[in-house]
């Protein structure tokens, strides 16, 4: 089976994310998405909720769908979440393994460990974040030569939300309906989280 695993701190998972999931499954040839919401991100520490939450708030948003699954794999850890980690745990499972990252991503892949190895190994897709699309293929272009990958672009409408949008209305005690999935909503409510 073909998947793409779908790697993020959701702090907390919003629609963007969602609909990122689903052009995925329209768009390629994959059958699964995996969500893989980090615990102890690599580069993140500020403000950032329990990984049990966010791993909890990934669940409910997806629950419905059979083709979206989630993993726990990286919050069972102790240690940082490195992606390459990730991707040979589950291509030791699945037949090809893909992996999804938002376009502002792109400039940053070349940073993360072991990058070289992710890169010459493992396929991306990428969902556009900026409405630049002619960048993001000069980018994805230059690293696809460079590495040798197979790197596809998937177009969906750029969709303007961010999880530090989101926490920032909750501090302000502003609405964040529609913005994520209804029980995350209540979930964010229920446990009082990013209040300050
Ligand atoms: N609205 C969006 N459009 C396209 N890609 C997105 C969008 N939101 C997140 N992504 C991508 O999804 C992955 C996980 O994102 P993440 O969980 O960090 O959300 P975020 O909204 O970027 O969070 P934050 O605002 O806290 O940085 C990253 O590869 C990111 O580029
Ligand atoms: O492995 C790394 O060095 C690395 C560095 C930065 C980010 N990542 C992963 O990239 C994914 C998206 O990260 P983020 O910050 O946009 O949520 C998430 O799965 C992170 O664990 C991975």
């Given at each position: 089976?073909?998947?793409?695993?779908?790697?993020?701190?959701?702090?907390?998972?919003?629609?963007?994310?969602?609909?990122?999931?689903?052009?995925?499954?329209?768009?390629?040839?994959?059958?699964?998405?995996?969500?893989?919401?980090?615990?102890?991100?690599?580069?993140?520490?500020?403000?950032v909720?329990?990984?049990?939450?966010?791993?909890?708030?990934?669940?409910l948003?997806?629950?419905?769908?059979?083709?979206?699954?989630?993993?726990?794999?990286?919050?069972?850890?102790?240690?940082?979440?490195?992606?390459?980690?990730?991707?040979?745990?589950?291509?030791?499972?699945?037949?090809?393994?893909?992996?999804?990252?938002?376009?502002?991503?792109?400039?940053?892949?070349?940073?993360?460990?072991?990058?070289?190895?992710?890169?010459?190994?493992?396929?991306?897709?990428?969902?556009?974040?900026?409405?630049?699309?002619?960048?993001?293929?000069?980018?994805?272009?230059?690293?696809?030569?460079?590495?040798?990958?197979?790197?596809?672009?998937?177009q969906?409408?750029?969709?303007?939300?961010?999880?530090?949008?989101?926490?920032?209305?909750?501090?302000?005690?502003?609405?964040?309906?529609?913005?994520?999935?209804?029980?995350v909503?209540?979930?964010?409510?229920?446990?009082?989280?990013?209040?300050?």
């Open positions: 089976m073909k998947v793409a695993l779908f790697g993020g701190t959701f702090n907390p998972i919003h629609i963007g994310h969602l609909i990122m999931a689903q052009y995925v499954l329209n768009f390629s040839q994959v059958q699964k998405v995996i969500f893989v919401p980090n615990g102890h991100p690599p580069h993140k520490v500020e403000d909720a329990d990984a049990f939450d966010r791993f909890e708030m990934v669940k948003s997806i629950e419905d769908n059979p083709y979206f699954d989630i993993s726990d794999f990286e919050i069972k850890k102790s240690n940082p979440s490195w992606t390459i980690d990730t991707l040979e745990y589950f291509s030791s499972i699945y037949e090809r393994v893909y992996f999804i990252i938002g376009s502002d991503n792109l400039s940053e892949i070349v940073k993360w460990y072991k990058a070289e190895e992710i890169l010459k190994r493992y396929p991306l897709i990428v969902l556009p974040r900026e409405r630049n699309l002619c960048a993001i293929k000069k980018e994805i272009e230059k690293l696809s030569s460079k590495y040798a990958q197979d790197i596809t672009l998937i969906m409408p750029i969709i303007d939300i961010s999880s530090t949008e989101i926490r920032k209305l909750i501090r302000q005690n502003k609405s964040i309906r529609y913005m994520v999935h209804p029980k909503e209540e979930y964010i409510k229920r446990k009082g989280l990013y209040k300050r």
